[in-house]
């Protein structure tokens, strides 16, 4: 099966920015960014398909921008206007989700 690898996460004070990056074991269509916060299930956060079409969930549109680059096989989520509430494990899958998760980047937003 296709793997995961999540890259970028850390400590950001509200109001700051993060880039995330994911690689793929290989080729796929659509690759979507996941979420799961704390007592919370895991969440769709944006997809990209390979020929650019991208969607977002309500609470990342206009602070979030997905990008593919179809050659390498990895999907980008750039972070902007980070919230406390964005904190969560950020996890990448095609979407929809295969079974086999990586092993996520952790993302803390606090002050």
């Known amino acids: 099966q296709v793997q995961f690898v999540e890259s970028g996460g850390g400590l950001v004070q509200p109001g700051g920015s993060l880039s995330l990056s994911c690689a793929a074991s290989?080729?796929?269509?659509?690759m979507g960014w996941y979420r799961q916060a704390p007592g919370k299930q895991r969440e769709l956060v944006a997809s990209?398909?390979?020929?650019?079409?991208?969607n977002y969930a309500d609470s990342a549109k206009g602070r979030f921008t997905i990008s593919k680059d179809n050659a390498k096989n990895t999907v980008y989520l750039q972070m902007n206007s980070l919230k406390s509430e964005d904190t969560a494990v950020y996890y990448c899958?095609?979407?929809?989700?295969?079974?086999?998760w990586g092993q996520g980047t952790q993302v803390t937003v606090s002050s």
């Open positions: 290989g080729s796929i269509y659509v």
């Open positions: 899958n095609q979407h929809p989700p295969t079974p086999f």
């Open positions: 990209v398909t390979s020929a650019g079409r991208k």
